[in-house]
Nanobody, 117 residues
């Protein structure tokens, strides 16, 4: 397991942007973000492997970009053109695995993203 510390959430107007950061205490095969909106199940938002392979849920494709700074063991989620339906608590995770078959072993504490006018 690794320790994960998230930052960057907040309140933004529709159409605005936010960047989430998640710093890990060590390296992992893959890192990414889930989110959970009130009354809804947690859903995977984006994943990036150590080889740079990325995967996004359809609802954020073209708007969100996941990236890493491997030297800092940090993953970022750049969120553009935000919509009210993006409002959720966003959780960073770290995982072991191969290809896109991952096994999550660590979670961040969550950061609130609210999109509202």
């Amino acid at each position: 397991q690794v320790q994960l510390v998230e930052s960057g959430g907040g309140l933004v107007q529709p159409g605005g942007s936010l960047r989430l950061s998640c710093a890990a205490s060590g390296s992992s095969y893959a890192m990414g973000w889930y989110r959970q909106a009130p009354g809804k199940q947690r859903e995977m938002v984006a994943t990036i492997t150590s080889g740079g392979t990325t995967h996004y849920v359809d609802s954020v494709k073209g708007r969100f970009t996941i990236s890493t700074d491997n030297a800092k063991n940090t993953v970022y989620l750049q969120m553009n053109s935000l919509k009210p339906e993006d409002t959720a608590v966003y959780y960073c995770y770290a995982a072991a695995g191969t290809g896109l078959a991952i096994s999550i072993h660590s979670w961040g504490q969550g950061t609130q993203v609210t999109v509202s006018s």
